[in-house]
C-alpha cells in the first residue's frame, strides 16, 4: 500500500511517509536508498532500470535492478498471477558479509496477526479483501505501526511488516515473498513458504498453494545489465 503523500511541511510526518521503511521496498541496514533532505530536494541517486517486462498466459512479469547501496546490487521480479496472487522476489549481490536485510510491507489494516514462527503475517478485516503474506524460510517478522493518508493533512492508522533476513554472511542474497488476497468468509488459503533454489543460470522459486504446485524460472542477472543491452520484446512474451 502506498502511504499517500499526508503533508508538505518539513518535520517529522514528512520524512516518514517519505521513507523507504514506509513503503513496500527492500532496504539494507535500515538505511533508504538515497537520502531526503527535503520537500523537493533529494540526495544523489544512482541508476535504476526495468530491465523486462513479460506477459505470460495467466500472469505478468517485470524485473528491475537499482545501484543506490553501491557497491551492493538489488534486483526485484514482480510476477502477478492473475486473480490468485503476487510473487516477489528479491536478490542481492556485491553485499558485505555483516549487511543486514530489511523487507518492508505496508498493510491498510489495524487487524494483523503474526505467526512469529515463520514470519508469515494476514490482515483480519470483516468484509473486506484481507492480506496473507509468506516470505521465504530465513526471515523474521515484526509488526510496525504506520499511517496511511488519502487526502492533504488526514491519515488513518495501519501496520507495517518488517522482514529481517538473518545474518549469512553470503555476498549474494535472495528472497521470495507471496502476497495473497483473500475473503475472511471464504476458506483461508494453503500456501507453503516459497524456497528459492541457485541454479547456474539464474534463480527458481518453487512453492505450493492450495494444493498445486508453482514455479517460476527467473534469468542469470548479469545477463540482465544494462550496460551490456537487453532485447526487449514490445508485445510481449506469450
Known amino acids: 500500500m502506498y502511504p499517500g503523500r499526508f503533508t508538505y511541511r518539513e518535520d517529522a510526518d514528512r520524512r516518514e511517509f517519505k ?5 513496500n521496498t527492500l532496504v539494507i541496514n535500515g538505511r533508504d536508498p538515497f537520502e531526503y533532505i527535503r520537500t523537493w530536494e533529494f540526495g544523489p541517486q544512482k541508476p535504476g532500470d526495468i530491465l523486462d517486462v513479460r506477459l505470460q ?7 528491475a535492478r537499482h545501484d543506490n547501496y553501491e557497491p551492493a546490487i538489488h534486483f526485484r521480479a514482480v510476477v502477478i498471477m492473475e486473480n490468485e496472487f503476487l510473487l516477489v522476489v528479491d536478490w542481492v549481490e556485491n553485499l558485505s558479509p555483516d549487511d543486514l536485510i530489511q523487507l518492508y510491507f505496508h498493510l491498510d489494516s489495524t487487524r494483523v496477526v503474526l505467526d512469529p514462527e515463520t514470519g508469515s503475517a494476514e490482515t483480519q478485516d470483516e468484509g473486506m479483501a484481507n492480506m496473507l503474506i509468506v516470505p521465504s524460510v ?7 505501526p504506520g499511517r496511511i493518508s488519502d487526502l492533504m493533512d488526514i491519515s488513518r492508522p495501519s ?4 522482514l529481517t533476513a538473518s545474518q549469512s554472511g553470503a555476498t549474494t542474497r535472495a528472497f521470495a515473498t507471496l502476497v495473497v488476497p483473500w475473503f475472511v468468509s471464504s476458506c483461508r488459503p494453503s500456501v507453503s513458504a516459497p524456497q528459492i533454489i541457485r541454479k547456474t543460470d539464474g534463480l527458481c522459486c518453487e ?3 492450495n494444493g498445486k504446485s508453482h514455479t517460476f524460472e527467473l534469468p542469470q542477472t548479469s545477463s540482465m ?3 551490456l543491452g537487453l532485447h526487449r520484446n514490445p508485445k ?3
Open 225 to 227: 545489465d544494462p550496460s
Open 19 to 23: 521513507s523507504a521503511a514506509w513503503h
Open 138 to 144: 530465513g526471515l523474521s517478522g515484526e509488526l510496525l
Open 57 to 63: 498466459p495467466g500472469c505478468k512479469v517485470a524485473i
Open 159 to 162: 501496520t507495517r511488516l518488517c
Open 236 to 238: 510481449g512474451i506469450s
Open 207 to 209: 512453492f505450493q498453494m
